[in-house]
């Protein structure tokens, strides 16, 4: 089995900076896109930033600018720098992953993983 696991979050005050961290590890796997969600009570996860192996990015138009997304592949760990934090970016984070497991030198079909999530507070 895989985990993902992030650490990171925390109450930082608006126009401060948080940096989220999501390691991927257990079983043999390839990892494909690695992304970064958010939700808020009542609200449908969203996308904040994904990031495939190639290195091209996604992200939502409300954070672009104020965050960066990176990764490194052979730590299997993908990293969210959020700066100029602003209220509206309080929300439970996630980690999110599409990766295979290798068995044999045989990597089954793509599944998707998350994190736990980690709670981020952006006071005004």
């Known amino acids: 089995q895989v985990q993902l696991v992030e650490s990171g979050g925390g109450l930082v005050q608006a126009g401060g900076s948080l940096r989220l961290s999501c390691v991927a590890s257990?079983?043999?796997?390839?990892?494909?896109?690695m992304s970064w969600y958010r939700q808020v009570p009542g609200k449908q996860r969203e996308l904040v930033a994904s990031m495939a192996t190639s290195g091209s990015t996604n992200y939502a138009n409300s954070v672009k600018g104020r965050f960066i997304i990176s990764r490194d592949n052979d730590k299997h760990t993908v990293h969210l720098q959020m700066n100029n934090l602003k209220p509206e970016d309080t929300a439970v984070y996630y980690c999110h992953s599409y990766l295979s497991l290798v068995s044999g030198g045989i990597a089954a079909s793509p599944s998707e993983y998350w994190g736990q999530g980690t709670q981020v507070t952006v006071s005004s």
């Open positions: 257990g079983s043999t796997f390839s990892i494909y896109d």
